[in-house]
């Protein structure tokens, strides 16, 4: 038992082990709230496992807690209390903390009988609106690290704090948690002897550094149910400050995280962002930091026994029977990853590991080694379909004697393409692959403490290694350094692991986020091979310097990116050995790294890269083959290298043919960067000023939205109707277009069809006022549609001038301009045009190549089927999740919008970023899009099969339903 539990002058649970909560009946509750408060307000019951809790409403919304304490704690204990939540909320006046309101004054004449004790454990609170964080699902990082932040600023404000209150043993104090487990582990009815043992077992890392842990007045409580989240999504406001009591500082932050442990998607790296905001506050010292863990896992066995005492003596208490799932979920969690790695992994994060010893060693494991035979493999960087062992066979070919890959690296080979959760792929040890059958020796004398067919492990006084694929008959027993201990074999991988004599055995692959804790208990084994250890330069954060060098306009995906260095079909690698799925790049048509496209270009590359005024094939064939794929009267090509630039170059071809200078647009559209295209872009979410600050030689259309614009479903129709009168005002005040330029299928509405005849209304006025139809095929063309190559078809109308980009090149800068010979003949008069780069042999290959694999591939089809498929999908979940409000689009440009409300459409615009953010978690990319940023853009690469888009829905399901 720690401390000393007898003189103490409040509650002692260790007297009294047993507290149900007081009876208090809800018409009690009103009369009191009438007569002490002069309140009139209604009362409805809250759960609590030791007091009484009553909401009160006031005008049917509700404005108060009537809290009743337990019978058991005494006045001075309130007291204390009552002036900690003031502290509080004078220290920390933009948290909203729940101090007691006053009384009404004496108690009125004839006022009913009090059902408690004392009136002075009557109190009511103010209710602080929104909700507790027990009702959310999911806890985000972004959420974790505000409740860490929030019991570090609780803890700051609390830790001059004294009062004679504070004296009380609660059942809650961790330092009576293995007695309070010892006490009522007989309550729980299945499992009691695993929550003894984690009890003791967490009792040992913690009993020896008890003396070292400060000790202030401590919140206790501040889990997920009393914090409260108002406006934000992020808590600001404390309740329920019974708990409060003199112990462990650390206790505040343990208890604070046990909570996490029981929403769905945590394990218990999800703590982490919570510590290191805790840390950043009120810095963790280091005896703090090492038994936070055992802290917690402690907490979460006295929750069990608690729970299950509470329920045999409280049967109907609902609070405590409902609360169990989560309790145990937490348990399970605590105790899912042995307690050293987690502490090792929170000693690690928050920079108080002190430095490891060298591993010492008295012979080589393989003598002779030359290390100029050596090759290290770092196979997170050369993921190949082949994998590591046609690498390793490639080196040995070269000439290495041994390969072996590197110590505590991901091996992105090992990565499931398709995975929900972070998958085991860091090494603990190292792989060797030897060029012959060679002979393994002791490095330091030791004993054979384990040994099967393939696998020995010995332990020296201060390291043991494992070697795991050895063929081995050494007999257990004492071996001196040198001595034989078996075999490795040619060309197949031994694994060889290194830790301190007495270490937990780690797992040959762990998880990038557990990856700190593991290998903080492992050594590299490197030293007994002879080898130096492989130090990285230290780099600065990447995203620091990318801030540094490039411009802020330039955003980037993500608050927290991971980084990605490889790609291959739909899929993207990141370097901490994560593969996801990509949902968003529209631009890489055929997929990453396509094998096809990369063949092409570096045999160009090294034949002939020149520009466009030389005569050579494949400018030729290339604009052959686009124009081929377009009605015969578009059969002149200009070539460029991006979107920006082609439908730059196409308005410039619209005034040049009709010697007229104004260009219509529709709103909430983009259609580049350059001077032209951002005029004639009036997405709001890539200007916010975009309407106001527009040339006079733009003018825009209402932007055809038919989901949520000013006319929707029937009345689309409208649009128009109401742009071709726009077009004949503008005619008659004298100046009548060059062009209209739209996408043909509303791409950056999230691919939204325009409605029924719009293109062809828009074209017949544009083109009767002597103007040009401009149809910006960026984004939609190239067979993302499925049914149709090109979006203008789909609207039944040929466009004057087509621009595109993007997949024409599949990631390589590659766009162009079709258009009539008529028109392109009449941009004469402004001298000639030339590209440096623009239709260089080398972009021209590259397109060509695209071409043919869409069609070898049928990649146009397979964005039918499964774009068929994936819709279907999708809007099931409309009928699920009342947050999707619609699906739209075609093939593989698909838009899911999310709203708040069916009736206004609200756009649930914070919802979508943070689903994004939880969907990145879950292994998918996938990006908002819209004015409003609330369509996720479904534009994968069109190799995508059915399992892939059966894994976004799937986690877009498990997302929406369980929380982001
Ligand atoms: C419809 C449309 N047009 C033009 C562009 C500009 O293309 P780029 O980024 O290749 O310059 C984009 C880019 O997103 C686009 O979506």
């Given at each position: 038992?720690?401390?000393h539990t007898?003189?103490?002058?409040?509650?002692n649970?260790?007297?009294?082990p047993?507290?149900?909560?007081?009876?208090?009946?809800?018409?009690?509750?009103?009369?009191?709230?009438?007569?002490?408060?002069?309140?009139?307000?209604?009362?409805?019951?809250?759960?609590?496992?030791?007091?009484?809790?009553?909401?009160?409403?006031?005008?049917?919304?509700?404005?108060?807690?009537?809290?009743?304490?337990?019978?058991?704690?005494?006045?001075?204990?309130?007291?204390?209390?009552?002036?900690?939540?003031?502290?509080?909320?004078?220290?920390?006046?933009?948290?909203?903390?729940?101090?007691?309101?006053?009384?009404?004054?004496?108690?009125?004449?004839?006022?009913?009988?009090?059902?408690?004790?004392?009136?002075?454990?009557?109190?009511?609170?103010?209710?602080?609106?929104?909700?507790?964080?027990?009702?959310?699902?999911y806890?985000?990082?972004?959420?974790?690290?505000?409740?860490?932040?929030?019991?570090?600023?609780?803890?700051?404000?609390?830790?001059?704090?004294?009062?004679?209150?504070?004296?009380?043993?609660?059942?809650?104090?961790?330092?009576?948690?293995?007695?309070?487990v010892?006490?009522?582990?007989?309550?729980?009815?299945?499992?009691?002897?695993?929550?003894?043992?984690?009890?003791?077992?967490a009792?040992?890392?913690?009993?020896?550094?008890?003396?070292?842990?400060?000790?202030?007045a401590?919140?206790?409580?501040?889990?997920?149910?009393?914090?409260?989240?108002?406006?934000?999504?992020?808590?600001?406001?404390?309740?329920?400050?019974?708990?409060?009591?003199?112990?462990?500082?650390?206790?505040?932050?343990?208890?604070?995280?046990?909570?996490?442990?029981?929403?769905?998607?945590?394990?218990?790296?999800?703590?982490?962002?919570?510590?290191?905001?805790?840390?950043?506050?009120?810095?963790?010292?280091?005896?703090?930091?090492?038994?936070?863990?055992?802290?917690?896992?402690?907490?979460?066995?006295?929750?069990?026994?608690?729970?299950?005492?509470?329920?045999?003596?409280?049967?109907?208490?609902?609070?405590?029977?409902?609360?169990?799932?989560?309790?145990?979920?937490?348990?399970?969690?605590?105790?899912?990853?042995?307690?050293d790695?987690?502490?090792?992994?929170?000693?690690?994060?928050?920079?108080?590991?002190?430095?490891?010893?060298?591993?010492q060693?008295?012979?080589?494991?393989?003598?002779?080694?030359?290390?100029?035979?050596?090759v290290?493999?770092?196979?997170s960087?050369?993921f190949?379909?082949?994998?590591?062992?046609?690498?390793?066979?490639?080196?040995?070919?070269?000439?290495?004697?041994?390969v072996?890959?590197?110590?505590?690296?991901?091996?992105?080979?090992?990565?499931?393409l398709?995975?929900?959760?972070?998958?085991?792929?860091?090494?603990?040890?190292?792989?060797?692959?030897?060029?012959?059958?060679?002979?393994?020796?002791?490095p330091?004398?030791?004993?054979?403490?384990q040994?099967?067919?393939?696998?020995?492990?010995?332990?020296?006084?201060?390291?043991?290694?494992?070697?795991?694929?050895?063929?081995?008959?050494?007999?257990?027993?004492h071996?001196?350094?040198?001595?034989?201990?078996?075999?490795?074999?040619?060309?197949?991988?031994?694994?060889?692991?290194?830790?301190?004599?007495?270490?937990?055995?780690a797992?040959?692959?762990?998880?990038?986020?557990?990856?700190?804790?593991?290998?903080?208990?492992?050594?590299?084994?490197?030293?007994?091979?002879?080898?130096?250890?492989?130090?990285?330069e230290?780099?600065?954060?990447?995203?620091?310097?990318?801030?540094?060098?490039?411009?802020?306009?330039?955003e980037?995906?993500?608050?927290?990116?991971?980084?990605?260095?490889?790609?291959?079909?739909?899929?993207?690698?990141?370097?901490?050995?994560?593969?996801?799925?990509?949902?968003?790049?529209?631009?890489?048509?055929?997929?990453?790294?396509?094998?096809?496209?990369a063949?092409?270009?570096?045999?160009?590359?090294?034949?002939?890269?020149?520009?466009?005024r030389?005569?050579?094939?494949?400018?030729?064939?290339?604009?052959?083959?686009?124009?081929?794929?377009?009605?015969?009267e578009?059969?002149?090509?200009f070539?460029?290298?991006?979107?920006s630039?082609?439908?730059?170059?196409?308005?410039?071809?619209?005034?040049?043919?009709?010697?007229?200078r104004?260009?219509?647009?529709?709103?909430?559209?983009?259609h580049?960067?350059?001077?032209?295209?951002?005029?004639?872009?009036?997405?709001?979410?890539?200007?916010?000023?975009?309407?106001?600050?527009?040339?006079?030689?733009?003018?825009?259309?209402?932007s055809?939205?038919?989901?949520?614009?000013?006319?929707?479903?029937?009345?689309?129709?409208?649009?128009?109707?109401?742009?071709?009168?726009?077009?004949?005002?503008?005619?008659?005040?004298?100046?009548?277009?060059?062009?209209?330029?739209?996408?043909?299928?509303?791409?950056?509405?999230?691919?939204?069809?325009l409605?029924?005849?719009?293109?062809?209304?828009?074209y017949?006025?544009?083109?009767?006022?002597?103007?040009?139809?401009?149809?910006?095929?960026?984004?939609?063309?190239?067979?993302?549609?499925?049914?149709?190559?090109?979006?203008?078809?789909?609207?039944q109308?040929?466009?004057?001038?087509?621009?595109?980009?993007?997949?024409?090149?599949?990631?390589?800068?590659?766009?162009?301009?079709?258009?009539?010979?008529?028109?392109?003949?009449?941009?004469?008069?402004?001298?000639?045009?030339?590209?440096?780069?623009?239709?260089?042999?080398?972009?021209?290959?590259?397109g060509?190549?695209?071409?043919?694999?869409?069609?070898?591939?049928?990649?146009?089809?397979?964005?039918?089927?499964?774009?068929?498929?994936?819709?279907?999908?999708?809007?099931?979940?409309r009928?699920?999740?009342?947050i999707?409000?619609t699906?739209?689009?075609?093939?593989?440009?698909?838009?899911?919008?999310?709203?708040?409300?069916?009736?206004t459409?609200?756009?649930?615009?914070?919802?979508?970023?943070?689903?994004?953010?939880?969907?990145?978690?879950?292994?998918?990319?996938?990006?908002?899009?819209?004015?409003?940023?609330?369509?996720?853009?479904?534009?994968?690469?069109l190799?995508?099969?059915?399992?892939?888009?059966?894994?976004?829905?799937?986690?877009?399901?498990?997302?929406?339903?369980?929380?982001?």
């Open positions: 038992m720690a401390g007898s003189g103490c002058s409040g509650f649970f260790l007297d009294q047993a507290l149900p909560a007081p009876q208090v009946s809800e018409q009690q509750a009103a009369e009191l709230l009438a007569s002490r408060y002069g309140s009139r307000g209604t009362v409805k019951s809250l759960g609590s496992q030791q007091d009484c809790n009553f909401l009160v409403f006031e005008d049917g919304a509700p404005a108060a807690v009537l809290k009743i304490a337990n019978p058991a704690f005494t006045d001075t204990e309130l007291s204390a209390q009552d002036a900690a939540a003031e502290l509080i909320a004078r220290a920390e006046p933009e948290l909203r903390v729940a101090t007691p309101l006053p009384t009404s004054g004496g108690e009125p004449p004839g006022a009913p009988a009090c059902p408690v004790a004392s009136l002075a454990h009557v109190r009511l609170l103010p209710y602080l609106a929104g909700g507790t964080l027990t009702e959310r699902g806890l985000s990082p972004a959420v974790v690290a505000a409740m860490g932040d929030l019991a570090g600023r609780v803890s700051l404000a609390l830790s001059g704090f004294s009062h004679p209150g504070l004296d009380r043993i609660l059942q809650w104090d961790l330092r009576y948690g293995n007695d309070v010892t006490e009522l582990i007989s309550h729980v009815p299945r499992r009691g002897e695993e929550i003894q043992a984690a009890a003791l077992q009792w040992s890392r913690i009993a020896p550094l008890a003396d070292e842990l400060p000790r202030q401590v919140h206790l409580d501040l889990t997920d149910a009393n914090l409260v989240a108002g406006a934000s999504v992020l808590p600001d406001g404390i309740i329920d400050f019974g708990d409060l009591s003199d112990t462990w500082a650390v206790s505040e932050l343990a208890i604070t995280l046990s909570s996490v442990l029981g929403h769905p998607g945590s394990d218990p790296t999800s703590i982490l962002p919570g510590i290191k905001a805790f840390h950043a506050m009120r810095p963790l010292h280091p005896a703090e930091a090492k038994v936070l863990w055992p802290l917690l896992v402690l907490r979460a066995a006295v929750l069990i026994v608690s729970g299950a005492q509470q329920a045999e003596l409280d049967p109907d208490n609902a609070y405590v029977t409902e609360h169990s799932d989560d309790e145990w979920r937490m348990f399970a969690q605590a105790t899912s990853v042995p307690m790695v987690m502490t090792a992994l929170i000693v690690t994060e928050l920079g108080l590991a002190p430095a490891a010893p060298e591993v060693i008295e012979g080589r494991l393989i003598s002779g080694l030359d290390p100029e035979t050596v290290t493999l770092d196979l960087d050369t190949t379909l082949d994998g590591e062992d046609a690498l390793a066979a490639a080196a040995v070919r070269d000439g290495a004697a041994l072996i890959t590197r110590f505590g690296r991901p091996r992105l080979s090992l990565a499931p398709l995975s929900a959760n972070s998958p085991a792929v860091v090494e603990t040890g190292i792989g060797l692959w030897s060029a012959s059958t060679t002979r393994v020796l002791a330091w004398d030791g004993e054979v403490v040994r099967s067919d393939d696998r020995i492990t010995l332990r020296g006084l201060d390291f043991e290694l494992t070697l795991t694929g050895v063929e081995s008959s050494t007999a257990p027993g071996v001196q350094a040198g001595e034989h201990l078996g075999v490795i074999g040619q060309g197949r991988w031994t694994q060889l692991a290194v830790r301190p004599t007495g270490a937990p055995v797992p040959q692959f762990t998880t990038a986020e557990l990856a700190p804790g593991w290998l903080a208990l492992c050594r590299d084994p490197r030293a007994v091979l002879g080898l130096d250890e492989l130090t990285d230290p780099q600065r954060d990447l995203l620091e310097r990318r801030d540094d060098s490039f411009a802020k306009v330039q980037r995906y993500y608050r927290d990116p991971p980084q990605i260095e490889r790609g291959h079909r739909h899929y993207l690698m990141s370097t901490a050995g994560r593969v996801y799925l990509d949902m968003v790049n529209n631009v890489t048509v055929l997929g990453h790294a396509h094998p096809r496209v063949d092409a270009a570096s045999a160009q590359l090294r034949r002939l890269n020149t520009n466009s030389f005569n050579y094939s494949a400018v030729v064939e290339f604009s052959e083959r686009i124009a081929a794929t377009l009605p015969a578009l059969d002149t090509v070539l460029v290298n991006s979107g630039e082609a439908s730059d170059l196409a308005i410039r071809l619209a005034t040049a043919a009709t010697g007229c104004d260009v219509i647009a529709v709103r909430e559209a983009y580049g960067w350059t001077y032209a295209t951002d005029a004639v872009s009036t997405s709001t979410a890539d200007n916010p000023n975009a309407l106001a600050t527009r040339p006079d030689w733009v003018h825009t259309v209402e055809p939205n038919s989901f949520r614009g000013k006319y929707r479903g029937a009345e689309a129709h409208r649009y128009a109707t109401e742009a071709v009168t726009q077009i004949e005002e503008l005619s008659a005040k004298g100046c009548p277009p060059a062009a209209f330029i739209c996408e043909p299928v509303y791409g950056n509405a999230g691919g939204m069809a409605p029924d005849g719009y293109l062809q209304q828009v017949a006025a544009v083109r009767a006022a002597g103007g040009l139809a401009i149809a910006d095929e960026v984004q939609v063309g190239y067979g993302r549609l499925g049914q149709w190559f090109w979006g203008f078809p789909q609207q109308v040929v466009p004057d001038i087509v621009s595109v980009a993007k997949a024409t090149g599949n990631g390589y800068p590659l766009g162009a301009v079709i258009t009539t010979r008529a028109i392109a003949d009449a941009f004469r008069s402004q001298g000639y045009f030339f590209s440096s780069t623009g239709g260089s042999p080398l972009s021209c290959v590259i060509l190549t695209v071409l043919d694999v869409l069609r070898d591939e049928g990649l146009q089809d397979n964005a039918l089927r499964v774009g068929e498929y994936l819709k279907t999908r999708l809007l099931a979940l009928d699920k999740h009342p999707v409000g699906v739209h689009g075609m093939g593989l440009y698909l838009g899911v919008e999310l709203i708040r409300d069916a009736t459409l609200e756009p649930a615009t914070e919802e979508t970023i943070a689903i994004c953010e939880r969907m990145l978690e879950l292994g998918v990319i996938i990006q908002p899009t819209g004015d409003h940023q609330n369509i996720l853009k479904t534009k994968p690469p190799c995508i099969d059915i399992a892939g888009a059966d894994f976004y829905v799937d986690t877009l399901d498990r997302v929406l339903s369980e929380g982001f």
